[in-house]
C-alpha cells in the first residue's frame, strides 16, 4: 500500500457517507440485520417500475420514512458535528457526499453537501420536473401545484435504475481531493461504491474508511478504522485537524 502523501492545507477534502453515519440518530439502515431491505423488497419500493406498477405501495413506504425523518428524536450525532467542525476548521474545501436522504448533516453544521440520491423532504412532479420541499402525504391522486397535473408527484429520491443526482461535480471532485473518506457506508450500492476506486486510478487522494464494520470495498482502502461512527469519526477529524493524514 503505497504511504499516504503528507497533506496540505490546500486539499479539498471529499467525504462519501451512507446510512451507517444516520444510525446513532435512529434511523434504521438498508442492510444490517434489522435493516430497511430486511422488511421491504427494494423491487417492490424503490424502482421506477415499482411506482409504475404500485405508485400506492411505494408512495406509502417514502410517506412512512419522510413522517418519520420530522420526528423530534432524529437529530444529528456526533459524526455529523464532526463533519461540520472539519468543514469549519479544514482551510481548504470540504465536500459532504451523502447517500443519505435526510438532512442530519446540515443540522451538524455541514454547508456543501451534496445529495447524490436525492432528499426525503423534497418531492417532484414527474409532468413538469418541479422540485419542492414539502411535507405533505403523498398518493397517486396528489395534484401538482405548479403544473396541476395528478398521479407524476413523487418523492425527490434516485431509485434503482435512475441517474444520482451531482454526478458530474462529484467526479470532479473525486480527481482532485487529497483526502477521500467513506463513513458508514455498505458499499454495495454503485456509482457510490466506486468512488475509491476513481480516487485511486484517476485520483492522488489518499483513502480512509471509517465504518462499524469492514465494507464490501474494504480493500480498496489505504487506511481503515472500525466502530460507532459517533466515536471514529470525531477521532479522526480531531487528527487530521492537528495532523493532517
Ligand atoms: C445507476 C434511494 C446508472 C433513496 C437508493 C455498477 C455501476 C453502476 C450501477 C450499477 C452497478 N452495478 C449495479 C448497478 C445498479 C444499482 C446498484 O448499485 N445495485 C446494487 C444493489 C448492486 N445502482 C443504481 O441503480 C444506481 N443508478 O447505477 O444509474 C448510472 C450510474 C452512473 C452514471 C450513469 C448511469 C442508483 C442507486 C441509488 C438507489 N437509491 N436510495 C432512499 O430510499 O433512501 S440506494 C440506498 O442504498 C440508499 O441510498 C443507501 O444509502 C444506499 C447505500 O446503502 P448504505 O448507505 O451503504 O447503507 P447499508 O445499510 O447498505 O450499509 C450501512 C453501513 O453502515 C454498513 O456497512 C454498516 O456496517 C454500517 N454501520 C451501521 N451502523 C453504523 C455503521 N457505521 C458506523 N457507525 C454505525 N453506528
Known amino acids: 500500500m503505497a504511504r499516504p502523501r503528507l497533506s496540505t492545507s490546500l486539499d479539498t ?17 438498508f442492510r444490517d440485520k434489522d435493516g430497511l431491505w430486511s422488511k421491504y423488497d427494494i423491487e417492490e419500493v424503490a424502482t421506477i417500475q415499482a411506482f409504475q406498477r404500485n405508485p400506492q405501495k411505494v408512495l406509502d413506504f417514502y410517506n412512512e420514512r419522510r413522517a418519520s425523518f420530522r420526528s423530534a428524536n432524529i437529530r444529528a450525532n456526533a459524526a455529523h458535528h464532526a463533519l461540520g467542525r472539519l468543514e469549519q476548521e479544514w482551510p481548504g474545501e470540504v465536500i459532504v457526499v451523502t447517500q443519505n436522504i435526510d438532512l442530519l448533516h446540515e443540522e451538524g453544521g455541514s454547508r456543501k453537501v451534496l445529495h447524490m440520491h436525492g432528499q426525503a423532504g ?17 398518493s397517486p391522486a396528489s395534484v401538482c401545484a405548479n403544473c396541476q397535473g395528478k398521479g407524476g408527484l413523487r418523492p425527490h429520491v434516485v431509485w434503482f435504475g435512475e441517474i444520482p443526482l451531482h454526478m458530474d461535480e462529484i467526479g470532479e471532485a473525486l480527481d482532485r481531493c487529497g483526502l477521500f473518506m467513506s463513513i458508514g457506508t455498505s458499499g454495495m450500492v454503485y456509482p457510490a461504491a466506486g468512488f475509491v476506486q476513481q480516487v485511486r486510478i484517476g485520483g492522488v487522494g489518499h483513502t480512509v474508511e471509517l465504518n462499524m464494520e469492514p465494507s464490501d470495498g474494504h480493500s480498496l482502502f489505504a487506511e481503515r478504522h472500525y466502530g460507532p461512527a459517533s466515536e471514529v469519526v470525531p477521532s479522526y477529524v480531531e487528527k487530521i485537524l492537528r495532523e493532517g493524514w
Open 13 to 29: 477534502i471529499v467525504v462519501l457517507t451512507g446510512a451507517g453515519i444516520s444510525k446513532e440518530s435512529g434511523i434504521d439502515t
Open 122 to 138: 423534497k418531492i417532484r412532479c414527474m409532468h413538469c420536473d418541479t422540485i419542492i420541499d414539502s411535507e405533505m402525504e403523498l
